[in-house]
């Protein structure tokens, strides 16, 4: 809606105002509610298979695991503390063997 203010009367300009700002903030509400709507749908859910993730424990860590196809998937950060470095390569495969199978193969 094209509105000048030059001919306005100063209710209709306050009314303009104040309707805009009340469209702005319920476009910011449904925006926030759509954005927690799709953070429900998503979260601790399977990115593979959709079904639920679960909190497994694995040493000191917790990791997340499809209680459907029992993949693991990881947080920022929690591949390389429980891996280590990608150059440690006998670590990672004893780590992932044991998170895998679990049991360690060297032990
Ligand atoms: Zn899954």
């Given at each position: 809606m094209d509105f000048s203010f030059a001919n306005?009367?100063?209710?209709?300009?306050?009314f303009y105002k104040v309707n805009q700002e009340l469209i702005k903030a319920l476009h910011e509400k449904e925006l926030q509610q759509l954005d927690h709507h799709i953070q429900e749908l998503h979260y601790m859910k399977c990115p593979k298979c959709g079904h639920d993730l679960r909190h497994t424990k694995f040493g000191e860590m917790v990791v997340d695991r499809c209680t459907s196809c029992e993949g693991v998937f990881f947080d920022k950060d929690e591949f390389s503390q429980l891996f280590g470095e990608p150059d440690s390569h006998e670590s990672f495969?004893?780590?992932?063997h044991t998170l895998l199978v679990g049991d360690n193969p060297k032990t």
């Open positions: 306005a009367r100063p209710e209709k300009a306050y495969i004893n780590t992932l």
